[in-house]
């Protein structure tokens, strides 16, 4: 009877759906389709590309080549598309469309499993894999968890780092894969990144370079339920949605639609992304999908461009024409020759990329890196030798632009301040620097800029004539002054010091009868920490002369913290 109700359907394909209709029929077919999946995949036309700005927050779509839509939706989705009466029709899952013996490892396979990765892992292999590449290589690999499915599968993440249990003042890295469960060459392909990371560590010495100054993290898969829909030991049958039959990759906070662009609540692993975003301080990442071959950059939701759409135009130009040298003559072809923007190509609310980008100043993309969804096995080779050299480049581009540590001019410790570019920035395109380290980086096309520095409780400061090259680092220091310094809010009183005029030693007695510890700063005319130094206090003179090395002739603002209060003189220092 199934059967019977999905023939009479499939007659009807091309049969317009008036608005608002409810029909038996439409019911049964309805339920025909969704009886053993939670989505289905199909194809219709569209007249006027402005159509694609409605359905995109109906279904879920997934390619748009000229007047044709590819499209996934639940049975709640689908059903309020039949409602827009455009005819379409439906396409085989693309999970299901290779034989599941061609996707299973054979004796050979198990047998070396970590040199050979020309088939896709059954899920216990997969853990395998990860916590075998921790245990591994320990000094430079740490297995972190991003969270678990709704099904309670792991969603995994290896950082790659020299000091890999720190973090150090150097960007952070992300690469991610199959957000959409059915979208799996870049699953297999981020396994074979980081083995290739990890044996060249030490011997390559671009590896060993990019390993010393960059925190690495890859998660290669992002939609485990998905990926393993039909069951843990094989991906056939593998979906788009997770295990609520929602699309992942439009359930993130959008800049344009607001928080919940899909309508749906946050899902457990959406949350977990978000959790991690927040948690580290990503640079630059990618997100590999499958479908198309074309490399994305933001924004997808807007039609407006970004404030580094030249910089984003040639990243993209240099991952796609490095693969072009090492690839087949139509492999990543679409659309500009293997590049959009991709507001351009089709608007997405609620993605992953723009979530990245606008919340967390991260320079996100998306690959599509195949046009096969579930690639057979014997093409995955093929595009580890397409695609790892553009894999390389695009983790190298986050080191290139300006960045640089910012510290308080009083303590000298880091502070968390924003790093913006005078003229040239809007829509969330600055960026910020972090703890612990005070470290920031800032990506950007070469030019020359005047960069402001700004955080809360500090005076602003800008620095101007910063001149930034293609594929170099411009190092930019800056110390920011408190809004506090040299006023009576943190003035205790006035301490003495002598001789004043000094020749580079000095002694300083506190006003009352303190006993203990101090910390003793010198602060030129500038508002620029010169020296910094401890010594202790016996009723409230200091035990030891305090004598600056190297302390340049001038006039010092000399500051003894001692715990919550603080004590002030003026110092001269004659040559």
Request: with cysteine.
């Amino acid at each position: 009877m199934k059967r019977l109700l999905l023939l009479a359907f499939l007659g009807l394909l091309y049969s317009p759906v008036s608005f608002g209709q409810t029909s038996r029929d439409v019911q049964s077919v309805l339920d025909s389709v969704f009886a053993d999946r939670g989505e289905v995949y199909f194809q219709f036309n569209i007249s006027d590309s402005r159509q694609i700005q409605s359905l995109t927050r109906l279904i879920s779509i997934d390619n748009v080549r000229g007047d044709i839509v590819h499209a996934y939706a639940s049975k709640k989705e689908f059903e309020k598309f039949l409602t827009f009466g455009y005819p379409y029709k439906l396409l085989p899952a693309p999970g299901t469309l290779i034989p599941e013996a061609e996707l299973k490892p054979d004796s050979a396979f198990t047998r070396n499993p970590q040199t050979i990765w020309n088939f896709y892992p059954t899920y216990q292999q997969y853990l395998d894999y990860m916590t075998g590449f921790a245990a591994t290589y320990p000094a430079i690999c740490k297995l972190d968890t991003v969270g678990t499915s709704i099904q309670g599968r792991l969603i995994l993440a290896l950082k790659i780092s020299d000091n890999v249990n720190q973090k150090e003042p150097e960007p952070q890295f992300l690469y991610t894969s199959s957000i959409h469960g059915d979208e799996t060459t870049g699953y297999v392909l981020m396994l074979h990144l980081i083995e290739y990371l990890l044996t060249g560590y030490g011997t390559d010495p671009r590896i060993t370079a990019m390993v010393d100054n960059t925190e690495i993290y890859i998660n290669p898969l992002a939609n485990p339920d998905g990926t393993y829909h039909g069951g843990n030991n094989s991906v056939y049958g593998a979906v788009r949605y997770n295990a609520n039959n929602i699309d992942l990759n439009r359930n993130f906070p959008d800049p344009k639609v607001g928080d919940h662009p899909d309508g749906n609540p946050w899902q457990k692993e959406t949350i977990a992304w978000m959790a991690f975003a927040d948690s580290n301080h990503f640079s630059m990442s990618m997100n590999f999908h499958g479908g198309a071959e074309v490399f994305n950059y933001p924004w997808d939701t807007w039609a407006k461009l970004t404030a580094d759409d030249a910089w984003w135009r040639f990243v993209a130009r240099e991952y796609a024409d490095t693969v072009h040298s090492y690839s087949p003559s139509n492999y990543l072809r679409d659309l500009d020759n293997g590049i959009t923007n991709g507001y351009a190509w089709y608007e997405v609310n609620g993605g992953r990329q723009d979530y990245m980008n606008y919340w967390h100043y991260c320079r996100e993309a998306t690959l599509e890196i195949s046009n096969i969804k579930l690639l057979p096995t014997s093409q995955l080779l093929n595009h580890w030798n397409y695609n790892y050299r553009s894999f390389l480049n695009y983790i190298d581009q986050v080191q290139y632009g300006f960045s640089g540590i910012v510290t308080d001019t009083v303590t000298g410790q880091p502070v968390a301040a924003k790093v913006y570019v005078f003229g040239h920035d809007f829509d969330n395109s600055q960026v910020y620097s972090s703890l612990p380290s005070g470290f920031y980086t800032r990506a950007i096309e070469e030019g020359n800029y005047t960069i402001g520095f700004s955080a809360p409780g500090y005076y602003s400061k800008s620095v101007k004539n910063i001149d930034v090259a293609k594929w170099t680092t411009t190092t930019v220091n800056v110390q920011l002054r408190p809004l506090t310094f040299g006023t009576s809010e943190v003035i205790v009183n006035t301490a003495t010091i002598y001789p004043n005029p000094c020749q580079g030693k000095f002694m300083v007695v506190l006003p009352d009868n303190f006993s203990g510890p101090v910390k003793i700063s010198l602060i030129n005319g500038q508002g620029i920490g010169v020296y910094q130094g401890s010594g202790s206090s016996l009723h409230g003179k200091l035990a030891e002369p305090i004598e600056p090395a190297g302390l340049a002739p001038g006039i010092f603002l000399v500051k003894i913290t001692t715990g919550e209060n603080v004590y002030t003189g003026k110092l001269i220092n004659q040559p």
